[in-house]
């Protein structure tokens, strides 16, 4: 009331039936012109990443979310992912600001969270336990689908005459051989040699003899189990 009759209370104040002044709004808060109530008073609308307290604005949490004006009865509940749960939130078409959240437990190493749940990681790939995603194997490894460490990933296996390395697949040297997928080359007996990439131990041979109709000779030589013998007057 004022001495020319009513008027209405201005915007950041309120009153009561019959009041002669207006009230203030608290301290950050606001209201429109003509509120009644001091439940009128409001802090500004927070932005997108910000949701409203009874203390203003607080900025959301990890894993969460929020449109412009987002308010306690609008926002999306919080949700802490730990080891324990995994949380995953789906917006409602009908209720842009209604969130579901479905819970599930978390992934085995091996497998990932995806949006129905866990599911295996695919070949090439690997995860600990309770992931969301698969971590890639380094260049040039490769793994089983469901691999559970980086240390599974590994280079694909090496042909015969071949052994795996930290690098990949590396020729057997000389006077050594190796079948396939093998990890390291096997030596040959004592006194045989072979060539590098040999592939079997039958390529180990007594050192300059060539094959010739069954039997392996030399000039002036022949060959006994013990190696070659010269040949007698």
């Known amino acids: 009331m004022t001495e020319d009759g009513c008027h209405q209370c201005p915007e950041n104040t ?6 002669s002044s207006c009230n203030q709004c608290p301290d950050g808060k606001m209201s429109d012109a003509g509120s009644k109530s001091e439940d009128d008073c409001h802090h500004e609308p927070c932005e997108a990443g910000h949701y409203m307290t009874e203390n203003g604005c607080m900025q ?12 306690p009865g609008v926002k999306m509940e919080l949700h802490l992912v730990t080891n324990v749960q995994m949380a995953k939130c789906q917006m409602l078409d009908q209720h ?3 969130i579901v ?17 866990c599911e295996e990681c695919p070949e090439n790939t690997w995860s600990d336990d309770g992931a969301s995603s698969c971590n890639q194997c ?22 015969a005459g071949h052994h795996m390395t930290e ?3 590396e020729e057997c040297p000389e006077n050594t051989w190796s079948e396939d997928g093998a990890s390291s080359c096997n030596e040959c007996p004592n006194g045989l040699m072979s060539s590098a990439g040999s592939t079997s131990q039958e390529d180990c041979q007594h050192d300059k003899w060539e094959q010739h ?3 392996y000779l ?8 013990d190696g070659c013998m010269q040949c007698e007057e």
Request: glycine share 12%; proline share 4%; net charge negative.
């Open 14 to 19: 309120w009153s009561e039936d019959g009041a």
């Open 60 to 71: 959301c949490e990890e894993n969460t979310w929020s449109e412009d004006g987002a308010t």
């Open 218 to 225: 030399e000039a002036g030589h022949y060959m006994t189990e």
């Open 101 to 117: 959240i479905m819970n599930h437990a978390p992934c085995d190493a091996g497998d990932y969270m995806a949006e129905d749940g």
């Open 138 to 159: 380094p260049d040039g490894k490769m793994s089983d689908a469901g691999s559970t460490s980086e240390d599974v990933c590994h280079h694909d296996s090496c042909d």
């Open 167 to 169: 690098d990949g697949c």
């Open 213 to 215: 109709d069954g039997k």
């Open 96 to 98: 842009p600001r209604m």
